[in-house]
């Protein structure tokens, strides 16, 4: 049966395919992921840093400042500091070196504002402070850092302020922070273009103003992590665990990495928020990488694919060819021995009949000379009869004598032939009678064909059914080319006898070695010439071989091993 080698291409091509890509894949991706995760753990890592680092910029700020208002307390009275042009030389050095107060005040202990140095001078001078949520604080805890809050002046600031005991009393030391300086520290934490950094406090509002969007005391939309479950712990309770917390959240559509911890010192976070578009740049291009390596990849092994199962079904087709061949030799071998016992059976059978026959018919012939029956008025026809008979015996012997000739098994005779001799021997025998229907010999015998070791009879017996073939196929008016070749590479001689006869069409070629194929009128061929031939040929180890053209011609080959 003829194999579909379309399928059988694709399923090979596809199977290569399937088990080379899928582990591709499979590796492609586990590495993309691990790399993805990497990556991004990295990037929180950094914000981690990034968000404590400036966590401690603030807490460091806030502690030297603090560190400061009881250094400047403690180291001058209240009566010095109640004095407002002593009180600006303090604030004078306070501010020397960083330009972090805004402005500065003394308040006693009934919350009156003794004494003041700054901007808002008329504003806050005589204000008492005694019912503000702050002076109590600090009354009871002995500091207090504010949260943002617009107070007296109607604008946004945060004071730290110091209570100091003197003698039987108690005052009040109070600054107003220079935001800028928290904002700088703030702005340093961000990272990319789109790098966002605030402060809030434990309600939410912001302490800073945001790089994108929003301003003082305004509640931001956030992620709940970031404003509810941080642990926020209050000075002076340093002892509190601090936490920082890194999460990548989308909020109203907006995907984002966020992280947030806690100020000791203040009861304020710092907010960090990254775009991680930006930040995941690098990820997305090994993305793109990945996905080109992968197509290259799989370009690669589908032309591989293709081109070993290319290879793979070219082999097959080839074998199959093979295969096809030798089972159709086999087959015909099969025949040959079926027909050949056959053969050998009926020979014996009707030989002996044949044999009383001719005997018969010879007696018959004997009487018939007799003179008184040659007087018969049908004699003549007897006689006819008579010699019709031993026609058709002699015909009927022939046939048995070729049936037995192809039946007979015999070993091939091993003698030292020269093909070009032998050909010229045999053609010679029938250029004669082929010259009086004008069929003219060509012969072209190559010289470096060696002597072989085969049956010289037999040879020519096949070589004589084939010329005589030929002749049979011109009929009248042509040539027959008998030529030799040596092929050293297979060691063969080869013998071809070409004619310019009618051809066999296609239908016909694949029956012309069957026994008593023929096409020859009856009587006139038994069709066992080319059987025979061929299990001759067959016999010495030789191939033969034909080609045609309706029309054209027929070229018999005959490949003889040389030994
Ligand atoms: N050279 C040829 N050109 C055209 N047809 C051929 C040729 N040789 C053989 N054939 C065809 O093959 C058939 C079988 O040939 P084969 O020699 O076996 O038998 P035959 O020639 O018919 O009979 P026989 O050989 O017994 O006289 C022929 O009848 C003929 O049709
Ligand atoms: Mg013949």
Known sequence: MERNYRKLWWQHCLAIICFSVIPL??????????????????????????????????????????????????????????????????????HAKSNSYMDIGIIDNEGNHVSYVGPYYSLLKAVNYKNEPWFNAVKANGIYISDIFKGYRKAPHCIIAVMVREKSTSWILRVTINLKNIDDIV?????????????????????TRPRFGGDFLETPSLPEFTTASLNRPTYPD??????????????????????ATPISNTKWVLVIKESPEELLTPLQKGKYWAIFLTTLGLAIIATGAALFTNALINRIKETDRENAANADMLLQANKMIALS?????????????????????????DLLAEEDLAASKNFAEFDESVDKIEQHVDRARKIIHNLLGFARRMEPAKEKISVNNLLEETTGFLENEAKYVNIGFTKQYAENVPVITSDLSQIQQVVLNLLNNAIDAIDHDGTITVSTRYSE?????????????????????????????????????????LSISYSIIEKL?????????????????ILLPKQ
């Not at 807490?59 to 500091?81: G, P, Y």
């Open 489 to 529: 590479k297979t060691d063969e001689v080869e013998i071809a006898i070409a004619d310019t006869g009618k051809g066999i069409s296609e239908n016909e070629l694949n029956k012309i070695f069957d026994p008593f194929f023929t096409t020859k009128e009856v009587g006139k061929g038994t069709g066992l010439g």
């Open 341 to 365: 016992k056959m053969a050998a059976g009926i020979a014996h059978e009707v030989n002996n009949p044949l044999a009383a026959i001719a005997e018969k018919a010879g007696w018959m012939k």
């Open 238 to 259: 340093f002892s509190s665990i601090v936490v920082t917390k890194v999460e990548r959240r989308v909020l109203h559509g907006t995907d984002a990495f966020y992280a």
């Open 25 to 94: 894949l499979f590796v492609n991706f586990f590495f993309y992921t691990l790399f993805d995760r990497i990556y991004t753990e990295k990037i929180k890592e950094n914000l981690r840093s990034s968000a404590e680092n400036q966590r401690d910029s603030i807490d460091l700020f806030f502690n030297e400042r603090i560190a400061q208002l009881f250094t400047v307390a403690n180291t001058n009275t209240f009566e010095e500091l109640t004095n407002e042009t002593y009180l600006n030389k303090v604030f004078d050095i306070m």
């Open 187 to 207: 702005q340093k934490a961000w990272l990319g273009h789109f790098s966002d950094a605030f402060l809030i406090n434990k309600a939410n509002q912001l302490q």
């Open 541 to 557: 180890g030789g191939k033969i071989r034909v080609q045609s053209k309706v029309g054209e011609g027929t070229v018999f080959t």
